[in-house]
């Protein structure tokens, strides 16, 4: 069933990207991730130009990230104030991403930086990552004892000047530092169409020294805003979102993730993230091929 997306300027089988979508719920109800850095590079495979890839994806992340932050609030577990720093960030992230995003387009070389940065961010989430899990594996074999995690936030943070109480979480450190990281994560949702989640939450552990009880429900909270704020931005000012596009890929994520979640409950977590990991390294890889890999025609005409 072919459909023609308007922003792209190409028909594809909609039943693929709607496969695709699910493939990256399914996924990201089991991992526990965003599934924002996974879109992007596989609509880029199919055929879909980077540009519109990471504006579409952005606004898939948006609606997936509803279901997840209204459940974590029930929970208790969003620290609203936190939450609100991190956002404020992130929305002045999301304006400087698309003024570089639209000097990079207006020079040519945002689908190269787009590849380049996937090749670097995934590379290297994805090393340690596997350094993780890999422990985490011989931890449960019994191979290795568990070294207990010191909850404190990093000498960096401390050295930072107008300190505030951010009492859900448990910590007085100064607002700059979720203001800074905030702000990156927006960036990189602009240019890659990216929650951040999977760098937001490292970030909020161990570099503020968060509690774990209150870090995944505020990372949604935090993706949750800025994706919607980056999404607009795009819509505004470089119009890559594909709408059409972005409906399909929602239509199966949302189905996926249900089905991820209720699979990731019989494996167990240490696997799952080691499972995560090489397919990171996998897609890392690819778009690394892509990159260097010289086609056998330099530069083709097709007649349509």
Same mark, same amino acid.
């Given at each position: 069933?072919?459909?023609?997306?308007?922003?792209?300027?190409?028909?594809?089988?909609?039943?693929?990207?709607?496969?695709?979508?699910?493939?990256?719920?399914?996924?990201?109800?089991?991992?526990?991730?965003?599934?924002?850095?996974?879109?992007?590079?596989?609509?880029?495979?199919?055929?879909?130009?980077?540009?519109?890839?990471?504006?579409?994806?952005?606004?898939?992340?948006?609606?997936?990230?509803?279901?997840?932050?209204?459940?974590?609030?029930?929970?208790?577990?969003?620290?609203?104030?936190?939450?609100?720093?991190?956002?404020?960030?992130?929305?002045?992230?999301?304006?400087?991403?698309?003024? $570089?995003?639209?000097? +990079?387009?207006?020079? /040519?070389?945002?689908?190269? &930086?787009?590849?380049? @940065? %996937?090749? =670097?961010?995934? !590379?290297?989430?994805?090393?340690?990552?596997?350094?993780?899990?890999?422990?985490?594996?011989?931890?449960?074999?019994?191979?290795?004892?568990?070294?207990?995690?010191?909850?404190?936030?990093?000498?960096?943070?401390?050295?930072?000047?107008?300190?505030?109480?951010?009492?859900?979480?448990?910590?007085?450190?100064?607002?700059?530092?979720?203001?800074?990281?905030?702000?990156?994560?927006?960036? $990189?949702?602009?240019? +890659?169409?990216?929650? /951040?989640?999977?760098?937001? &939450?490292?970030?909020? @552990? %161990?570099? =503020?020294?968060? !509690?774990?009880?209150?870090?995944?429900?505020?990372?949604?909270?935090?993706?949750?805003?800025?994706?919607?704020?980056?999404?607009?931005?795009?819509?505004?000012?470089?119009?890559?979102?594909?709408?059409?596009?972005?409906?399909?890929?929602?239509?199966?994520?949302?189905?996926?993730?249900?089905?991820?979640?209720?699979?990731?409950?019989?494996?167990?977590?240490?696997?799952?993230?080691?499972? $995560?990991?090489?397919?990171?390294?996998?897609?890392?890889?690819?778009?690394?091929?892509?990159?260097?890999?010289?086609?056998?025609?330099?530069?083709?005409?097709?007649?349509?």
């Amino acid at each position: 069933m072919d459909l023609y997306l308007p922003i792209a300027n190409l028909s594809v089988n909609a039943l693929v990207i709607v496969a695709l979508g699910f493939g990256v719920g399914l996924l990201s109800g089991m991992f526990g991730v965003g599934g924002g850095f996974l879109t992007t590079p596989l609509l880029i495979f199919y055929g879909i130009p980077p540009t519109v890839a990471a504006a579409s994806a952005a606004s898939q992340v948006t609606g997936a990230s509803v279901s997840g932050v209204f459940a974590h609030f029930r929970r208790g577990g969003v620290d609203m104030h936190m939450g609100a720093v991190l956002v404020v960030g992130g929305v002045l992230g999301s304006i400087a991403g698309a003024g $570089l995003f639209t000097i +990079l387009q207006e020079t /040519g070389q945002i689908d190269t &930086v787009i590849g380049i @940065l %996937y090749v =670097l961010m995934l !590379g290297s989430i994805g090393g340690l990552m596997l350094h993780e899990s890999v422990g985490a594996v011989r931890v449960a074999r019994g191979a290795r004892v568990a070294k207990p995690r010191k909850r404190r936030h990093h000498p960096l943070v401390a050295m930072l000047p107008l300190r505030w109480r951010f009492y859900r979480s448990g910590l007085y450190i100064s607002p700059l530092a979720p203001l800074l990281l905030g702000f990156f994560t927006g960036v $990189l949702t602009v240019l +890659l169409g990216v929650g /951040g989640g999977f760098i937001l &939450v490292p970030a909020m @552990l %161990y570099l =503020l020294g968060m !509690g774990t009880q209150v870090v995944v429900g505020t990372s949604l909270f935090q993706i949750l805003f800025v994706t919607a704020a980056a999404t607009l931005v795009h819509a505004t000012t470089t119009k890559a979102v594909d709408i059409v596009l972005a409906a399909l890929l929602l239509l199966g994520s949302v189905t996926g993730a249900q089905l991820g979640a209720r699979f990731a409950q019989k494996v167990r977590p240490e696997y799952l993230r080691l499972a $995560l990991a090489v397919m990171v390294l996998l897609v890392a890889s690819r778009m690394f091929l892509g990159l260097v890999w010289r086609p056998d025609e330099i530069y083709s005409v097709e007649l349509s």
